[in-house]
């Protein structure tokens, strides 16, 4: 099981590069589509340069630092977004992700729990949460953050799978089969393996 990439791929909706409206930041946002992460963060830096606070472009650098594995790069970046927008869902979000990628469970749980309290805050701030209540040990706070999760996204079959781990662990394994199982209904194919494993 690969949480970091798994993580990846829920949060990716909020991973949308966005345009700044400069011609150096949209170059960047091309270069980013096309995978060129490097010269993504040569044409952000040049914009940044005329526009220092610029929040998506201070972001969308933070992704491609990220994609390219340079994880304090991208938490500069991140860290500097959310200094001109503390209340900027996809920056908490994508800090939350960038911690949990690093091993770092409380510091992860710290970003999206400020994100949960935002008005608004979609379903994958609360399975950050419980993800990381979860690493930490927190059985009971993490099952009211899955179901919340599952409650705003019952066809999540990620979010299902991760509750089923948790059911798992705490030897209750009627509850992590019936989630195992709804979460390969729902397309979640890293689920058969645990289906195999705890439902015989």
């Known amino acids: 099981m690969n949480l970091s990439k798994n993580l990846l791929t829920l949060i990716g ?6 345009s700044c409206g400069d ?10 589509s096309d995978g060129q992460y490097e010269e ?6 040049s914009y940044l340069e005329k526009k220092p606070g610029n929040v998506k472009a201070l972001y969308n650098k933070g992704r491609a630092h990220e994609e390219l594995a340079e994880f304090k790069e991208a938490e500069t970046s991140f860290k500097a977004a959310l ?3 503390p209340k900027n869902i ?3 979000l994508s800090l939350s992700n960038l911690y949990h990628r690093n091993g770092n469970p409380e510091l992860a749980l710290m970003y999206a729990d400020n994100a949960v309290e935002i008005s608004g805050a979609p379903s994958m701030a609360y399975f950050l949460k419980a993800r990381s209540m979860h690493r930490i040990g927190n059985v009971k706070e993490a099952l009211r953050e899955y179901n919340a999760a599952i409650k705003m996204s019952p066809k999540n079959g990620q979010y299902f799978y991760y509750r089923g781990m948790l059911y798992a662990a705490t030897e ?4 992590a089969c ?7 209904e729902n397309g979640y194919e890293e689920a058969q393996a645990s289906i195999a494993t705890y439902c015989p």
């Open 13 to 18: 909706v909020t991973y949308l590069v966005v």
């Open 23 to 32: 011609s150096s930041s949209m170059k960047g946002d091309e270069y980013y």
């Open 40 to 45: 993504a963060i040569v044409a952000y830096a």
């Open 83 to 85: 200094e001109q927008e």
């Open 90 to 92: 996809q920056v908490l």
């Open 172 to 175: 209750d394994m009627a509850k």
């Open 178 to 184: 019936s989630d195992f199982k709804t979460a390969l």
